[in-house]
């Protein structure tokens, strides 16, 4: 294989924005090894996204083509297509280079991740797709490992997608230690380019866009938004990077009831691995803790609970309902101890926080909800502020009272719901994290 062709085997690009000489393209293309598809077809759609609703594939007067255009507006942000744009792909795939992979994880499964992940092997075996549904921190990334090699084995392409950057940059580095002969990418939103065909694709679901009918595996990661009516661009990009009769797994610790009642193929755990139970939030009431921070003060049961990690020295994380709220609090919180951090999704310095906070060199970090998954600290202590604010559904309150008691050392863990009166989602995400302690569904 040709560096162009590693590059572009599976993927659709914009001519326009290769990372090769134009002449080594234009000459690919004239041999036939390239094949070119109009940006927006004839029926208006995408071809990248395949986006097709009037209010994303916008008309405008085209300066290149000299008369009326159309742009997707849905995907401009991974370069802009309009109809005269053209997107290339590689139109005479070879075979998936057969390299030889080492598999060097060593660790042991539990009793309960060994039956999903034979589960899942099995599934695999017979082309079916198939739902891991298990708690945070049962351990779901280890069992994958197995199926994974297998897959390898087979010569397979495989991508693990995952809807959030920070999920995949804490999913990449521990695949690639367990593959380390295999040419691992990761791709989201700004990552440094990437060499050579990987066998494995780690990437945030948006980036599979840029990929069609290539993985005879994909994993979707967190896939509880999946395949959700309110985000059907992640459907379409999953659906569109995979190779048609290709298997999906679906891990999630909070699964949508579609995804439960279409995926018949399921495993469930619902302990963690190192089999202490879930930590039980508590609830704590705050009244009108937003005039209480308006005359710039902090409620005096938060500040105490704050008081209290820092003198056990625990790592903590104060989730807040709104990127607001969290900047107008920052100053009070650093009153309390200057090296608290806040951290929301546009916050460049989001990475080295997280990082700063797990080697302990900040003592806490106040968070929007783009911290709830992904994020594993030991000894972290949780708390919610607004827990009642409808941005905190049942499933996310579990994901985020499921960072706690996550290391075998510190099972335990505080899950705080600070709240201004007690709703329904915040009953809901207790009850069904007492129930899975029970080993029951509801
Ligand atoms: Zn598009
Ligand atoms: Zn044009």
């Known amino acids: 294989m040709t560096e162009l062709e590693q590059f572009l085997t599976g993927r659709i690009w914009l001519r326009d924005f290769m990372p090769f000489a134009q002449k080594e393209v234009d000459a690919a293309i004239s041999a036939g090894k390239i094949g070119i598809k109009k940006g927006i077809t004839e029926n208006k759609e995408c071809a990248r996204c395949l986006e ?23 995907c401009l942000k991974m370069g802009r297509i309009s109809s005269c744009t053209e997107l290339i792909y590689w139109a005479d795939p070879s075979p998936n280079p057969q390299s030889p992979h080492s598999f060097t994880w060593n660790g042991v499964l539990t009793n309960a991740q060994q039956r999903a992940s034979d589960e899942v092997l099995e599934s695999l075996s017979l082309n079916q797709s198939h739902l891991v549904y298990a708690v945070c921190g049962a351990g779901k990334t280890e069992l994958l490992f197995p199926p994974l090699a297998k897959a390898l084995e087979k010569g397979q392409r495989v991508c693990i997608a995952a809807p959030r950057t920070d999920v995949v940059l804490e999913l990449s580095p521990r695949i690639k230690a367990v593959f380390p002969d295999t040419v691992v990418h990761t791709l989201y939103g700004g990552s440094p380019e990437e060499t050579g065909f990987a066998t494995i694709v780690v990437a945030t679901t948006h980036q599979l866009y840029r990929f069609e009918d290539t993985f005879d595996v994909i994993i979707v990661d967190e896939a509880d938004a ?31 009831d579609r995804l439960l009642k279409e995926i018949s ?33 902090i409620p005096i049961l938060l500040t105490r609970w704050i008081e209290d990690r820092l003198a056990k020295k625990e790592p903590f ?20 101890n200057e090296r608290i951090e806040a951290v929301h999704a546009s916050d460049p310095g989001r990475k080295e ?12 970090v106040l968070t929007s909800t ?32 499921g960072r706690a008691g996550r290391a075998p050392d510190f099972p335990a863990g505080d899950v705080v719901f600070f709240h201004n009166g007690i709703v329904r989602q915040m009953d809901k995400a207790k009850r069904q994290i007492i129930s899975y302690n029970r080993g029951e569904f509801v």
């Open 52 to 74: 097709k609703s009037p209010q994303k594939i916008i008309s405008f007067y085209c300066a290149n083509c000299q008369g009326i255009c159309y742009y997707c507006r849905h």
């Open 317 to 336: 994380l104060v989730f807040f309902p709104t990127i607001e709220l969290i900047e107008q609090v920052v100053p009070l919180f650093k009153m309390l």
């Open 370 to 401: 783009i911290l709830e998954r992904g994020i594993t600290i030991p000894n972290i202590q949780v708390a919610v502020v607004g827990a009642d604010e409808s941005i905190f559904n049942a499933s996310a309150l579990i994901q985020i009272a």
């Open 226 to 256: 999946f395949p959700y009516s309110c985000d059907p661009s992640l459907e379409r990009a999953v659906m569109k990077a995979k190779r048609s009769e290709a298997p999906i797994v679906y891990v999630s610790a909070t699964p949508s």
């Open 353 to 364: 926080k997280v990082m700063k906070l797990r080697k302990g060199e900040l003592p806490g």
């Open 265 to 297: 193929k399921q495993s469930r755990i619902f302990s963690r691995f190192h089999g202490h139970p879930l930590p039980v939030p508590r609830f704590q009431s705050l009244w009108n803790y937003k005039k209480t921070f308006a005359r710039n003060k």
